[in-house]
């Protein structure tokens, strides 16, 4: 059975960093694109970021473009995302996600991170 | 930036009744469009890929259907389970994945 379970959400204040974790079993991680999703509190989903299999590829949504940092370790089966300079809106449960032909198959639970003063 | 705009907002029906979801692109996707299903307090799941071809596990009673821009989730009788929030999402301008804004189905 496919696992997904995220960590490292919590509080921080603007500006600040935190880096999130999603470790992953159930299936061959090495094999799998990797995203992000973000979703800000009652409203909708928003992608942040996806990796390829061995790292080689790397986008980003222009929202976090410059500040976050997706990358994975397939020797732990682990996904991170390292997120700078923090803002308010960058408040949301962070889901990581596994890809499929342009689609996102199975979903973690989320970690919340929440920005504020 | 491909737009995907869901309607109605919101859907209010009964059990038993056939809904019928709509997701309109700003631009051809083709037919790589893709719907979730979200329930509170739970994760996006898989429901349709490719417009119309049910993820693994999806009961025979959702249904999708389109190209291009104009697309369909039917329902054809629904379940008490199935009150939620449904997206739709498209990656067709590589690399960027959008969402739609969702549509609420909930009970009348």
């Known amino acids: 059975e496919v696992q997904l379970v995220e960590s490292g959400g919590g509080l921080v204040q603007p500006g600040g960093s935190l880096r999130l974790s999603c470790a992953a079993s159930?299936?061959?991680?090495?094999?799998?694109?990797m995203s992000w999703v973000r979703q800000a509190p009652g409203k909708g989903l928003e992608w942040v970021a996806d990796i390829k299999v061995d790292g080689s590829e790397i986008y980003y949504a222009d929202s976090v473009k410059g500040r976050f940092t997706i990358s994975r370790d397939n020797a732990k089966n682990s996904l991170y995302l390292q997120m700078n300079s923090l803002r308010a809106e960058d408040t949301a449960l962070y889901y990581c996600?596994?890809?499929?032909?342009?689609?996102?198959?199975?979903w973690g639970q989320g970690t919340l991170v929440t920005v504020s003063s | 930036e491909i737009v995907l705009t869901q309607s109605p907002a919101t859907l209010s029906l009964s059990p038993g009744e056939r809904a019928t979801l709509s997701c309109r692109a700003s631009?051809?996707?083709?037919?790589?469009l893709t719907w979730y299903q979200q329930k509170p307090g739970q994760a996006p799941r898989l429901l349709i890929y490719d417009a119309s071809n049910r993820a693994t596990g999806i009961p025979a009673r959702f249904s999708g259907s389109g190209s291009g821009t104009d697309f369909t989730l039917t329902i054809s009788s629904l379940e008490p389970e199935d009150f939620a929030v449904y997206y739709c999402?498209?990656?067709?301008?590589?690399?960027?994945?959008?969402f739609g804004q969702g549509t609420k189905l909930e009970i009348k």
């Open positions: 999402q498209q990656r067709s301008n590589w690399p960027i994945y959008t």
């Open positions: 631009q051809s996707v083709s037919s790589y």
């Open positions: 996600a596994t890809e499929w032909d342009l689609h996102l198959d199975h």
């Open positions: 159930g299936f061959t991680f090495s094999s799998y694109w």
